[in-house]
């Protein structure tokens, strides 16, 4: 993405020391912030940025098209396992095209709310019964200009999913998921390259999809040269279910078994996270391996409330994801990370602002590849995401606690990589977001 060299006069923004107010932000024509004035006069030539003004918000956990199940899984109640078999109905439907068509309006959508980053944890690469397309990453292609359509920046995590639970074969529409081995994935994987908005990463799905003894060779194939590793991530202990699986087959816990393999670390990520022993903790912690918390897919599957708070305290960066986008809401996610630890505890204050900041923020973006990203400083990517401090939730808010009042309805402007992608919450390319969700939801079930 390139721009044209401007500046931004903010109300307030919130600069790596805190939020500060008056703060000119100047970007070059590469799209980076190369200057940045707190309590700064507005020039005539600025831009206005009217409120509180954030760095680009990363969504660490996507599921694309688990949106079109938005509104239609709460018949009867049910569990999580009866809500995938929905998910599966909606999977075995969806080709290249609606994939691209349903993205593009979800990419879109979370461009509205302030998201200029995501991670999709992507395991639907091939075709009905598990053929194969001409190009064997066409459904991760999909996914690749769907982001760009929408204006945001997009970390591929191509999933590796072997098996339908811990020595069980894959069957019906999870045929689409599979590569056959670590091997078969790594050789079609290869073929995908980082370009400006993309980076490649992986994934294993968890550990009932990915048998222990392809661990090592998925840990050695997104190790780069010179020992560094691209992001990979993980589902990990969502279900007591898994950890229960996992214990009956290995004779470990689903976190042991990826610290074992060689799978824990910095650069990978543990989604969810939910169920762990004090042991798990930390493991997680003393291998820096980032936490994702989904928490209001976590409530809406009636999953649990993961030990967030003992997760920061042994060392592990959080991070947030909308998950299946039962809600697109950064802000929500952010607040209820707060709100549930105060449920399951009885105390208010669990998590300082600054740290609710971090995880939409700098430690999502990490998590993703981007550590350049998340922060409103000389060097960064400049995205800002503006937050209006009048609408009829946040009026009266101090703008340092607007987070906890604010919602994604209320992010007025945003800029990516310099670029203005949403102002006056319209969609600058996207138009009518609404519309475009309305239709390509409805094409995937029309299918």
């Known amino acids: 993405m390139r721009c044209v060299e401007r500046s931004w006069w903010c109300e307030y923004a919130w600069l790596p020391e805190g939020p500060v107010a008056g703060v000119r932000v100047q970007v070059g024509h590469d799209g980076v912030i190369a200057r940045v004035e707190g309590g700064a006069l507005r020039h005539d030539d600025d831009s206005i940025l009217a409120g509180l003004v954030l760095p680009g918000l990363a969504n660490v956990h996507s599921h694309a098209f688990h949106r079109a199940l938005r509104g239609r899984t709460h018949a009867e109640g049910g569990t999580f396992w009866t809500w995938r078999e ?17 993205a593009a309006a979800v990419y879109s959508e979370m461009a509205l709310s302030g998201i200029t980053c995501v991670g999709e944890f992507h395991y639907l690469h091939h075709g009905p019964g598990g053929a194969r397309y001409g190009d064997l990453n066409a459904m991760s292609e999909a996914l690749r200009e769907a982001a760009r359509f929408a204006g945001i920046r997009l970390t591929l995590l191509d999933t590796v999913y072997l098996s339908a639970g811990i020595g069980v074969p894959l069957e019906g529409v999870q045929r689409r998921f599979d590569d056959g081995d670590a091997e078969g994935w ?9 370009d400006e908005t993309t980076r490649v990463g992986a994934a294993l799905h968890s550990v009932r999809a990915v048998p222990a ?19 990979l991530h993980v589902h990990l202990s969502e279900q007591a279910a898994e950890n229960a699986a996992c214990l009956a087959s ?21 989604v969810h996270a939910t169920h762990l022993t004090a042991q798990d903790i930390d493991l997680l912690g003393a291998t ?36 299946q986008h039962a809600l697109l809401d950064m802000l929500e996610e952010a607040r209820a990370l707060e709100m549930h630890e105060r449920l399951s505890s009885g105390i208010r204050g669990r998590f300082e602002l600054p740290e609710l900041i971090r995880a939409m923020t700098t430690s999502g973006h990490a998590a993703l590849g981007w550590p350049e990203a998340g922060r409103i400083a000389v060097g960064a990517p400049a995205d800002l995401v503006c937050i209006r401090l009048d609408s009829v939730r946040t009026a009266g808010a101090l703008p340092e606690q607007a987070v906890l009042a604010a919602t994604a309805s209320d992010v007025d402007t945003v800029v990516c990589d310099g670029r ?26 029309r299918n």
């Not at 920061?312 to 947030?320: E, M, Q, R, V």
Request: aromatic share 4%; charged share 25%.
């Open 186 to 194: 790594a050789n079609r994987v290869c073929s995908m390259q980082d």
């Open 288 to 323: 820096r391996t980032t936490a994702c918390i989904c928490p209001t897919t976590e409530r809406d599957l009636a999953d649990g409330i993961g030990p967030a708070r003992a997760l920061a305290d042994a060392g592990s960066p959080l991070a947030l994801g909308t998950d």
């Open 213 to 231: 003894d392809q661990l090592e060779d998925i840990v050695d194939a997104v190790t780069m040269d010179g020992g560094e590793r691209r992001p």
């Open 86 to 102: 929905r998910m599966y109905a909606l999977a075995s439907r969806l080709d290249p095209d609606t994939y691209y068509d349903l």
């Open 250 to 270: 290995y004779g470990v816990t689903p976190t042991r078994l990826l610290a074992d393999h060689g799978v824990l670390g910095p650069s990978t990520t543990a």
């Open 420 to 445: 203005v992608i949403v102002a006056d919450r319209y969609h600058q390319t996207a138009g009518d977001v609404a519309k475009l969700l309305t239709s390509a939801v409805s094409r995937c079930w």
